[in-house]
């Protein structure tokens, strides 16, 4: 297709609650970043479509990572179901390696890993120590970001 000349626009677009529609570094903002010793809230690192961003802790190993994503959701064994801001999340200890703790946020109120497809959103904190408590500062996080989807 690239090799044809210019691609042409999905028609119709995404629906207006889209994740496709967001910017991923807008649904956290520095007062939710505050649980990440270090993090610096103005120097985001926007990924591509701005559908992800990352922020590094300046004074120590963590990181936080934030990503849109779609599709079919498998369940990892040692996951856990939550509520955040409305909208249904699995935290996932663990489940990006050793120190890290992932919670998926199911984008629109009412939508379930059992319902399909889904729109989600992905935090990803990495880079913890034994006693860091990542899946307490991933939750808390992810319940930033749930809460600046709609319905949230």
């Known amino acids: 297709m690239l090799g044809r000349g210019v691609l042409p626009r999905r028609s119709p677009g995404p629906p207006a609650d889209s994740l496709a529609r967001r910017e991923a570094c807008g649904l956290l903002d520095a007062r939710a970043l505050e649980v990440v010793p270090g993090i610096d809230a103005r120097d985001p690192d926007a990924g591509f479509g701005r559908w992800a961003c990352d922020w590094t802790s300046t004074t120590g190993p963590l990181g936080v990572g934030l990503r849109f994503d779609q599709g079919f959701f498998s369940l990892p064994e040692n996951s856990r179901f939550t509520r955040l801001s409305g909208h249904d999340a699995v935290v996932m200890p663990g489940y990006e ?13 009412g939508r379930s890993h059992a319902d399909g497809p889904t729109e989600r959103v992905r935090l990803v904190l990495s880079g913890a120590r034994a006693g860091d408590r990542p899946c307490e500062r991933a939750t808390a996080l992810a319940e930033s970001a749930a809460a600046a989807l709609p319905g949230g």
Do not use: D, I, L, P
């Not at 390696?97 to 109120?109: I, S, Y």
């Open 97 to 109: 390696g050793e120190g890290t703790c992932a919670v998926e946020v199911f984008a629109h109120a």
